[in-house]
């Protein structure tokens, strides 16, 4: 059996606060912002950043997004066939080397695939929060997920050759 939500399990209204936070680095906002060849200087040129409003480095906003869409995915997204699209994306907040982000969702709504009968299409509203709780980003993200008939089929976890014991300890 795998973990995470299945379409079944997704109730319109439901608001889910996800566990894990992440305390931003400079080696995020620097990999993430080299690796996707991002040449705005407010993301990696300290002398550069501190000329401009805030006077420090400003974390990559695509790395915010990318982020707080990865620390949903166990709740929401874990048995995702596809991400099918992100909209609304607003940056009310910036986000500083050091900020600590958590992410929180509602479900907005859900239907049933009209081409996939094993799957069913949710839209959710996230939204990250900073240590301070300042939102620093929104979003809606519409996916197609699995039902919970296809979750066999998409196990990936080996079949126990004997089940575990508590001898075994």
């Known amino acids: 059996m795998t973990d995470g939500a299945f379409y079944e399990d997704f109730e319109v209204g439901h608001i889910y606060r996800h566990a894990l936070g992440k305390t931003v680095t400079e080696s995020d906002n620097n990999l993430f912002t080299m690796l996707t060849l991002n040449t705005q200087q407010s993301?990696?040129?300290?002398?550069?950043a501190r000329r401009l409003e805030f006077g420090q480095i400003l974390v990559n906003s695509t790395y915010t997004l990318a982020l707080i869409t990865g620390l949903t995915v166990s709740d929401i997204s874990q048995n995702v066939i596809a991400n099918l699209g992100w909209d609304a994306v607003q940056l009310p907040h910036p986000v500083?080397?050091?900020?600590?982000?958590w992410a929180e969702t509602i479900v907005l709504s859900k239907r049933e695939?009209?081409?996939r009968p094993n799957a069913g299409i949710v839209t959710v509203k996230?939204?990250?929060?900073n240590q301070h709780g300042k939102e620093v980003i929104t979003f809606k993200r519409t996916i197609l997920v699995h039902k919970r008939s296809a979750a066999e089929s998409i196990s990936a976890f080996p079949e126990p050759e004997r089940p575990i014991q508590t001898e075994d300890a």
């Not at 500083?96 to 982000?101: A, H, K, M, V, W």
């Open 113 to 115: 695939s009209q081409s």
């Open 126 to 129: 996230t939204r990250g929060l």
């Open 96 to 101: 500083f080397i050091g900020d600590t982000l």
């Open 43 to 48: 993301h990696f040129n300290i002398e550069y």
